[in-house]
């Protein structure tokens, strides 16, 4: 890579020339010739330059898996345009580096609604303690590695105008996904953490409470930045609980689904409800 020249490297996007030089070999030292064949990549990236130090960190954490998607071309483009793409995106590769496996993959389209609610059920159904915290992080964490699988679909379009309205609409779905999910999580916690049964399965369970999508999210518009709009609906569905009483425990159940979303804990909040 020595041999590039500053000229050169401007062309394929990079800003900090004299670093890149060292930082592309110090690439080719770690991984070998796939280290080379990413320049053509990184110069095709929205930020070639943080692309290049994501890499860099990438092939200290887990370079095995790191090789072994840059060996493949399409499977590289799709990682190092998400990296020069999104500083978020890498951020959560740093802290969650098993998420690269999403790249590993060789379908590169997003997931259907169903596939995600089956996703985000699993993922807090195998998290590590049974606890609200614990659930919320899997549901997070789920929901940031089929968000991460999306913007690897967006960023390598042929036609990013064409998959734009896709793209929307599957951003709107993991949103419906996760509190669909975090609302699941909330009628657990408000029996399960009730030690003097204040709250009972049975009267739970006869609440319902429906959230209905509103703004971007219910025309299925959302996009990345969006905080996601609702509108509660509760009722007694049974003869078990009195619509008073019904409406108190669809207020308990609303507002830890909200805590699911983005209230803090060890996973990063999703967005604002």
């Known amino acids: 890579m020595a041999s590039l020249g500053l000229s050169e490297l401007a062309r394929y996007g990079f800003v900090d020339l ?24 990184l110069g095709l990236s929205a930020n070639p330059d943080q692309a290049l130090n994501a890499l860099l960190e990438l092939a200290d954490i887990d ?6 998607i840059l060996n493949k071309p399409e499977l590289s483009s799709r990682l190092i345009r998400t990296l020069g793409a999104s500083s ?10 098993a998420i690269l ?12 609604t169903q596939e995600i609610l089956s996703r985000f059920r699993a993922a807090v159904d195998s998290a590590v303690e049974d606890t609200f915290d614990s659930r919320v992080s899997a549901l997070r964490r789920a929901y940031r590695t089929e968000l991460i699988r999306l913007v690897a679909f967006d960023v390598t379009a042929a036609d990013p105008i064409e998959v734009f309205p896709e793209v929307s609409r599957n951003l709107s779905d993991l949103a419906t996904s996760a509190i669909e999910i975090g609302l699941e999580i909330a009628r657990w916690e408000l029996v399960a953490s009730d030690a003097h049964g204040n709250y009972s399965k049975q009267e739970v369970e006869a609440t319902g409470l429906a959230v209905m999508a509103m703004g971007k999210c219910g025309a299925r518009e959302l996009n990345y930045l969006s905080d996601v709009d609702v509108i509660y609906v509760a009722e007694a569905l049974t003869s078990d609980v009195t619509a008073e009483r019904a409406l108190e425990i669809a207020t308990k159940l609303a507002t830890r ?16 409800v």
Request: no cysteine; proline share 4%.
């Open 18 to 41: 004299e670093a890149t030089v060292s930082k592309l070999d110090s690439l080719v030292g770690k991984i070998g010739d796939a280290g080379r064949a990413a320049l053509a990549d």
């Open 63 to 68: 370079k095995v898996r790191l090789k072994k």
């Open 88 to 97: 978020a995106m890498v951020d959560l590769l740093r802290r969650k580096p």
């Open 101 to 112: 496996a999403v790249f590993e993959d060789k379908q590169n389209k997003p997931a259907s």
């Open 257 to 272: 689904m909200m805590r699911a979303m983005d209230g803090s804990g060890a996973e990063p909040a999703l967005w604002q």
